[in-house]
């Protein structure tokens, strides 16, 4: 069955940086594309970047635009997104998605901007 399962996230100070991963399996990677979202407590869950099946198109919400990096490695079957520049507003539970099907979910990764 299809799994992800996100890993990386913790407390990191602002303007820190932080890298995150999302590991699949139970589908082929290489033929769909994966989105992270975010949640921050006591907010709605949002796009925060997607990525082409085969990695040649992203695109990023504006809030993360020029700070954050999505990439994939589809022969991991991982998809990473690089955290740069960061702010308190970015603190949030990030999940990746898989649009696979009617689409599936990770558990989440805490990602914590504090000093």
């Known amino acids: 069955q299809v799994q992800l399962v996100e890993s990386g996230g913790g407390l990191v100070q602002p303007g820190g940086s932080l890298r995150l991963s999302c590991a699949a399996s139970?589908?082929?990677?290489?033929?769909?594309?994966m989105t992270w979202y975010r949640q921050a407590p006591g907010k709605e869950r949002e796009l925060v970047a997607g990525?082409?099946?085969?990695?040649?198109?992203?695109n990023y919400a504006n809030a993360v635009k020029g700070r954050f990096a999505i990439s994939r490695d589809n022969g991991k079957y991982t998809m990473y997104l690089q955290m740069s520049s960061l702010k308190p507003e970015d603190t949030a539970v990030y999940y990746c998605?898989?649009?696979?099907?009617?689409?599936?979910w990770g558990k989440g990764t805490l990602v914590t901007v504090s000093s």
């Open positions: 990525i082409s099946p085969s990695g040649g198109i992203t």
């Open positions: 139970g589908f082929t990677f290489s033929s769909y594309a």
């Open positions: 998605y898989a649009n696979v099907r009617m689409g599936y």
